[in-house]
């Protein structure tokens, strides 16, 4: 993981270390979209003779989402800390917003979702204000009512939170 994050850093012109190929390697690993001090937890964790400091983590996250490797999403729920994902395409979240916590929307659902929403509306929207349309980004804020997946079972992950579980 850590050789494909130096690719990819190389790739875009960004100079790469070791400690912000381990930075990008733990993002690019979590499906949690983790916030910086989750992901100096994780480095520290896997990691723990290297030599990262928080200030690294969050230029390095910060680098990333300018040579578009990382995207940054604003802080919400009680500590409301910024949260960071890899996955740079747009992709339909979930968030709740007590706790800030930001979960995929699965795949096919999230495809069901941009597919239903209407052409016309689309095309109003583009007519009305000049704007072209490029792509749809869409974030779901709302809380969970039990920590439990569609599936009804929960996943507890290293850092405390729990993950859903993706069919």
């Given at each position: 993981?850590?050789?494909?994050?130096?690719?990819?850093?190389?790739?875009?012109?960004?100079?790469?270390?070791?400690?912000?190929?381990?930075?990008?390697?733990?993002?690019?690993?979590?499906?949690?979209?983790?916030?910086?001090?989750?992901?100096?937890?994780?480095?520290?964790?896997?990691?723990?003779?290297?030599?990262?400091?928080?200030?690294?983590?969050?230029?390095?996250?910060?680098?990333?989402?300018?040579?578009?490797?990382?995207?940054?999403?604003?802080?919400?729920?009680?500590?409301?800390?910024?949260?960071?994902?890899?996955?740079?395409?747009?992709?339909?979240?979930?968030?709740?917003?007590?706790?800030?916590?930001?979960?995929?929307?699965?795949?096919?659902?999230?495809?069901?979702?941009?597919?239903?929403?209407?052409?016309?509306?689309?095309?109003k929207i583009e007519a009305?204000?000049?704007?072209?349309?490029?792509?749809i980004c869409l974030e779901l804020?709302?809380?969970?009512?039990?920590?439990?997946?569609?599936?009804?079972?929960?996943?507890?992950?290293?850092?405390?939170?729990?993950?859903?579980?993706?069919?």
């Amino acid at each position: 993981m850590i050789d494909m994050a130096r690719i990819k850093m190389s790739s875009c012109g960004m100079r790469c270390t070791h400690q912000r190929a381990v930075v990008y390697s733990t993002l690019a690993s979590s499906s949690e979209h983790p916030t910086a001090e989750e992901i100096y937890r994780l480095v520290l964790a896997d990691h723990p003779d290297l030599n990262v400091s928080m200030a690294t983590v969050y230029n390095t996250l910060e680098a990333l989402c300018s040579f578009g490797l990382a995207r940054k999403y604003p802080g919400l729920g009680r500590n409301g800390s910024a949260r960071y994902d890899a996955d740079c395409w747009c992709h339909p979240h979930l968030r709740d917003h007590d706790t800030g916590r930001i979960v995929d929307l699965p795949e096919e659902l999230g495809r069901e979702l941009l597919q239903s929403l209407p052409k016309e509306m689309i095309k109003k929207i583009e007519a009305r204000t000049g704007f072209t349309i490029e792509r749809i980004c869409l974030e779901l804020i709302g809380t969970y009512e039990s920590k439990a997946d569609a599936n009804g079972q929960t996943q507890a992950t290293s850092n405390g939170h729990t993950r859903v579980r993706q069919a």
